[in-house]
């Protein structure tokens, strides 16, 4: 067993895991082109197959409805493209949250920029939730496409994607949804959720970097991402990533048979270290859900008065060799980068730039909680006598 | 992300802290960012820094930028530090990434400002 008891950082990404490393030492002499009619073509294409039925359970599709993408970014990318491709005579409305990820921020403004389509963009609560209210606001009889996340990757919310799902359904309006950050973390059953799409990336999850896929409910008349050799279902062209999609079934295989114990696991970390933390340093606070309920349990979104995150970050690196993540990026004179999501809950840059995020994994340990809270505390004091 | 020279300034930030009777002190901050830092000091009658100390409240790099400044006046004449070369103030924070470059900007502005101290009727 491998052990990264310096890693809060698990929402950026996760370490393979040693069921994954196994499986894809065991690939590395695969070469045939899966697409081949040969034997060991054909041997390629069912391990893809077996592959492709992993991913699927793990969120209760159907292997006919993943394909494999190169990750997140690319599977929110392609569903909101082949959505609003297919309404591009008459571009509509398009409602998004303003805390997604930047590859759903960033295509939707594209599509504002060049095809004429009109953004509504729904702020979530002070605690980081989108309210259904504010959905059922937006909506307009030109509404094409509502995206939303299913977990929030700085503070951890997980949305109401149910409800949010009969909305779009009763509407007739598409529901994408990136399950980036919870696919892995919390049970998803894209069945009972009745979303359109979903994305999925495998480094989330313990599987390798580079690989993803795209749950599509629907893929009649899909606009291809890439045209070309015919590959998932002729959606997307290209020899397959055949490490990259082994390493993911087994990881999704994985997720699906250790997600409950992973859960229990994330909630004694998260008691053992909001208790602990808060006996340390008691005006220390919460910027996301503050009780656990309906987020993911693994991460927490912290803010300590009169310290600079950025500075805690470097010392807990550099002096006590932990890795967490930051709420504000160090700036140059011209540029500030705070953290989109914490603007959205309406922090102010003072608290944005003293927020950071822990994340944990099955990796981490008890122990390894009791070495990050002491190396939080002696860190905090350090900056705190700096500033006198 | 940062070189060796800022771990071991923001690691080790051993010039923090307050001067009892300062004879001089040195304000600056960064509008943009936010970044502060005090620097406070005691000259000699000789013109040489023997005592300086810092607060900051900022980044890792600003920490480091005062660390390395107040570090560079100790032990040094008035003189000497108003003649210092940008290229020597340049090469004491080693090589930075772009987003480090405003704490350049401001060690330039503390030299500058400790350039001025010199200046001062108490010490001409």
Redo the contacts between chains.
Sequence with gaps: MTYFNGYFDYNSTTPMSDGVIKELEKAFTLFANPSSSSKQGRECKNIINLARKYTADLIGAEPEEIIFTSGGSESNNFAVKNRLLKSIQQPGTIIVSTIEHSSILSIVDYFKKEFGFSVKRISPSRKGFIETNTILKALTPDTRLITIMMANNELGNIQPIYEIAEIAAANNIFFHVDGVQAVGKIPVDVRLLKVDSLSISAHKFYGPKGVGALYLRNSKNVHPLIHGGGQEKGIRGGTENLMGIIGMGQAALEAKESLSKWQAHFTQLRSAFCKQLFEKIPDAELNGPDDGKDCLLNTLNLYIPRIRAEALSALLEHKHHCIISLGAACSNNKVLNLSHVLKAIGLSEEKIKGSFRISFGQYTRMDDVRKLVEAIYQSYQVLMSVSG | M?NSII?EN??N?CH???VTSPDFSIELG?P???DKI?VQGVISDDRVITESR??????????ATANIFCGYLLNRCLDAIRGIKTEKINELLGELE?????CL?MLRELFQKAGEISSDKQYN
């Design positions: 940062y771990i923001f690691s930030p923090s802290g307050k960064n943009v960012c936010g005090i810092f607060q900051a409240w900022g980044c890792a790099t600003t920490i772009p987003s480090q470059y405003h900007e």
